[in-house]
C-alpha cells in the first residue's frame, strides 16, 4: 500500500470561540483537541503528522512538540492555501495525503484507517469523506453525477437553491494523491463568495479533468463533528463523555450513574470496581480493581491499588494502595503514599507524607512531611506542626506508637517504635521507644471551689 501523510488544518483563528486561546488547544475530555486528531492520525496508519499553523503560531507548535512537524500559514487565504503550504514538506512525496481538521477532537482513527484503505482501494486521485446531515447548513455540499460520482463540492455561501437542498456534507476529510494535489492547488482561484482558496475545488478540478474522485459515506456523523463554538465544545464533551464511560463499562467498570460521572480518557479503572455518583477522575489516575469510588470523590493523578474504598475524597499527585479506606471529608495532596489497610477518617488532610500499612487516621488531623510506620494510630485531632514560618520540617512516628488526641508534634521530632503519646501533648523532643510521652500542664484539683464561687 502507498505511504500515508497527515496533513493536520490548524491555523484559523476560530473567532466564533470568543477566546485568547487557538481553538485547536480547547479540550475536550481533557485533552486538547488537536492531540485527539494527532491520535487519530496515528491510529490510522498516517506515516508523519504535518500541522498547519498560524494564529497563535508558538502556542500550538508547543503542544505538537515532537509529535508532527509544523508549516506556518502566515496569512490565513483559505483550506487550499493552508494545503499548498505543504509543498516544501511534501516535495517528492508519492503517496497519500490525508488532510484533517484540528478542530475535530472526535476522530475515530479506525474509521479512518477504513477511509484510508477504500481511497487506495479504489485508486481514485481524490476522496472526500462525507456524511449525512438532517441539518446541513454551512457545510460544503457533495454534489454527485446520475451515477453518482462525485462531481465536486459546493460551499453554503456559493450553493444555489436546488445544492442547498443537499444532505450529503463534505467532513473537510479527504485523501488526495501526492504530488497531482500539488498541481491542481497550484491552479486555484479565489473567485468564490469567501475570497479564498477553496481545498474543495480540487476535488472539483480533478473530477473536471477527467480524474477519479470518490466519496465515501460514514455512518458516525459524531465522529466528524467540527468545534466552532463553546456550544459545540460542550457537545462534543458529552459525547466523548459517553464514548469514555461505555468504554470503561464494556471493560467492567459499574458506572451507577453515567450522567453525574466525569472521566477523562487517560483514566485506567481495574474490573469490578463501581463508581458512584458525582465522580470526577483526571490526568492519570489509574485505579485498580474492586474499588469502591465515591460519590463525590475527585482524583487527578492517583494511583489507586485494588479493594479500596474512597467516599467524599480529593486526592491529587498521589498514591493510594490496597484495601484502604478514606472519607468523608479527606484531602490527598501531593507527594503522600497511603499504604495497604490504612483507614482516613472525617476531616483528615496529608501532604507530602508516607503512612505505613494498617495505620489509621480516623479524625480530624493533618499530617504534612511525616514518615508514619505501620500499626500507628493518630488519635483525634493530631497535628504535625512542620512549618515554623520559614522552613518545613519533618515528623517521624514509627511502627505501633499510639498518638493520644490533641496532640502537636513540634517538627523536626520522632516517636519511636512503640510509643504511646499523652493525650493533649505538645512533642518537641524524641520519644523514646515503648515510652509515654506527655507534655502538658498537670491538672490540678481544687475541692469545694465551686460552692465557694456561688456564695460569694
Ligand atoms: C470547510 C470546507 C467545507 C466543509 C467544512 C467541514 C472549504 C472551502 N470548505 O469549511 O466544505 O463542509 O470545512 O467542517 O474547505 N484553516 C486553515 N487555514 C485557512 C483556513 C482554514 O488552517 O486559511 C483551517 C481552520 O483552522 C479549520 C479548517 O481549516 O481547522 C477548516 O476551516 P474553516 O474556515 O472552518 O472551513 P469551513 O468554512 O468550516
Ligand atoms: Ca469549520
Known amino acids: 500500500m502507498s505511504e500515508l501523510r497527515a496533513v493536520i488544518l490548524a491555523a484559523g483563528k476560530g473567532t466564533r470561540m470568543r477566546s485568547k486561546l487557538p481553538k485547536v488547544l480547547h479540550k475536550v475530555g ?23 499553523v498560524g494564529h497563535e503560531a508558538e502556542l500550538v507548535e508547543t503542544m505538537v512538540g515532537e509529535q508532527g512537524r509544523i508549516v506556518l500559514q502566515a496569512e490565513q487565504l483559505g483550506t487550499g492555501h493552508a494545503v499548498m503550504q505543504t509543498k516544501d514538506v511534501l516535495a517528492g512525496f508519492t503517496g497519500t495525503a490525508m488532510i484533517l481538521c484540528g478542530d475535530t477532537p472526535l476522530l475515530d482513527g479506525a474509521e479512518l484507517k477504513k477511509f484510508y484503505e477504500a481511497h487506495v482501494q479504489s485508486g481514485a486521485a481524490a476522496t ?28 453554503e455561501k456559493d450553493a444555489d437553491a436546488q445544492q442547498k437542498l443537499i444532505k450529503e456534507i463534505n467532513t473537510g476529510i479527504y485523501c488526495l494523491e501526492c504530488p497531482l494535489m500539488f498541481d491542481v492547488l497550484a491552479t486555484l482561484t ?11 475545488d480540487v476535488l ?11 466519496g465515501v459515506v460514514t455512518e458516525d456523523s459524531d465522529m466528524v463533528m467540527g468545534i466552532n463554538s463553546r456550544r459545540q465544545l460542550a457537545e462534543a464533551e458529552s459525547v466523548m ?17 453515567p450522567a453525574s460521572t466525569f472521566i477523562e480518557g487517560s483514566v485506567k479503572i481495574g474490573r469490578d470496581t463501581i463508581i458512584y455518583p458525582f465522580t470526577w477522575l483526571e490526568g492519570s489516575t489509574e485505579i485498580g480493581e474492586d474499588c469502591e469510588i465515591g460519590p463525590n470523590v475527585r482524583l487527578t493523578n492517583v494511583e489507586v491499588g485494588n479493594g479500596t474504598h474512597l467516599q467524599f475524597v480529593y486526592g491529587h499527585d498521589c498514591k493510594v494502595c490496597d484495601e484502604v479506606t478514606a472519607g468523608p ?12 489497610k490504612v483507614k482516613i477518617g472525617n476531616f483528615v488532610e496529608v501532604k507530602n507524607s508516607n503512612i505505613g500499612i494498617g495505620t489509621k487516621l480516623p479524625h480530624l488531623t493533618y499530617i504534612g512531611d511525616s514518615d508514619i510506620g505501620s500499626g500507628v494510630n493518630m488519635g483525634c485531632g493530631c497535628i504535625t506542626v512542620n512549618y515554623d514560618g520559614k522552613k518545613k520540617h519533618r515528623t517521624v512516628v514509627e511502627d505501633n506508637a499510639f498518638v493520644g488526641c490533641n496532640t502537636n508534634l513540634v517538627a523536626p521530632v520522632t516517636v519511636k517504635a512503640g510509643s504511646y503519646i499523652g493525650a493533649g501533648s505538645t512533642i518537641t523532643k ?19 471551689w465551686a460552692e465557694k464561687y456561688r456564695n460569694q
Open 128 to 155: 472526500v469523506l462525507t456524511a449525512f446531515m438532517d441539518n446541513p447548513f454551512g457545510y460544503g455540499r457533495i454534489v454527485r453525477d446520475a451515477d453518482g460520482n462525485v462531481q465536486g463540492i459546493v460551499e
Open 204 to 214: 472539483t478540478k480533478l473530477n473536471a479533468a477527467g480524474k477519479k474522485v470518490g
Open 190 to 200: 479565489c473567485d468564490n463568495a469567501q475570497g479564498e482558496y477553496y481545498l474543495t
Open 430 to 448: 524524641e520519644v523514646p521507644e515503648n515510652s509515654l510521652g506527655i507534655a502538658r500542664a498537670k491538672q490540678k484539683n481544687l475541692e469545694g
Open 241 to 257: 463523555r459517553v464514548r469514555i464511560l461505555n468504554r470503561l463499562m464494556d471493560d467492567g467498570v459499574t458506572i451507577m450513574d
Open 329 to 340: 471529608y479527606v484531602h490527598l495532596r501531593p507527594d503522600t503514599v497511603i499504604g495497604n
Open 30 to 52: 481533557g485533552k486538547p483537541m488537536l492531540q485527539h486528531v494527532l491520535d487519530a492520525a496515528d491510529a490510522a496508519g498516517a506515516a508523519e503528522k504535518i500541522v498547519i
